[in-house]
């Protein structure tokens, strides 16, 4: 039992270059979140996936994309990466969006260093 | 103004010391309080919630919160080097399943 893994642990873009994070759960959670972390700031939240098939935006959105391909795997596309977007990205999924069961477990981290 | 403020530390103390790590929030809504603990270079893991007001303790951990005050404690009583993490405090909403960080308060504990 993995719990959230992520791929890749670091990646290195040059502006303007797109990339995918991976993300994926084996504990047959419904939902599925990314975060990035930034010094200061604490964890954001950017897209979170509710249920299979479904997506929403979250708190900073803006430049990703992100594809629920099954219940299993939740992937945050950057399409066009800006140094404004160097930061290390999390993934988690919970049970259930709300309620009791909602305690959310956390990937590794994905460390994206934009230059 | 953010809606919960940590003093980011670090902190450091001596190994056996009484811990006290706090949060401060602006949004009277909230009513779980999650404590969250991470170590250098990892992901987020949960260490303990309360509910509402009143305090909850787990072995050597006690969370306390102050819903008057706006005010949340997580207490380590007798602290070990392997405490050594950041802790991040995130509220929520019970209609909701936004959970809002902190930005972490980082904790030393000294051999």
């Known amino acids: 039992n993995a719990g959230v893994t992520q791929t890749p642990k670091f990646q290195v873009l040059k502006t303007g270059q797109s990339m995918t994070l991976q993300c994926a759960q084996d504990?047959?959670?419904?939902?599925m979140y990314w975060y990035r972390q930034d010094p200061g700031m604490g964890l954001r939240l950017i897209y979170y996936?509710?249920?299979?098939?479904?997506?929403d935006k979250g708190e900073v959105p803006n430049g990703y994309n992100v594809s629920r391909l099954n219940k299993r795997e939740f992937s945050l596309r950057l399409e066009s990466a800006a140094p404004s977007q160097t930061s290390v990205y999390f993934c988690?999924?919970?049970?259930?969006?709300?309620?009791?069961?909602?305690?959310?477990?956390f990937g590794p981290g994905t460390r994206l260093l934009v230059l | 103004q953010k809606e919960v403020e940590q003093d980011p530390g670090p902190l450091s103390v001596p190994e056996g010391a009484i811990v006290s790590l706090n949060c401060t929030y602006s949004?009277?809504?909230?009513?779980?309080f999650m404590w969250y603990r991470q170590y250098s270079r990892k992901g987020p893991e949960l260490l303990m919630y309360?509910?509402?007001?009143g305090n909850k303790e787990d072995g050597r951990f006690t969370a306390q919160v102050d819903k008057s005050s706006k005010y949340i404690s997580l207490f380590i009583r007798d602290s070990q080097p392997s405490d050594s993490a950041t802790y991040l405090c995130?509220?929520?909403?019970?209609?909701?399943?936004?959970?809002?960080f902190g930005s972490g308060t980082r904790l030393l504990v000294r051999p």
């Open positions: 996936s509710a249920s299979e098939g479904t997506t």
């Open positions: 949004n009277s809504a909230f009513q779980y």
């Open positions: 504990m047959n959670h419904n939902s």
């Open positions: 995130a509220p929520r909403m019970d209609s909701s399943y936004k959970l809002i």
């Open positions: 988690a999924s919970s049970e259930a969006l709300r309620g009791p069961q909602e305690t959310q477990y």
């Open positions: 309360t509910y509402s007001s």
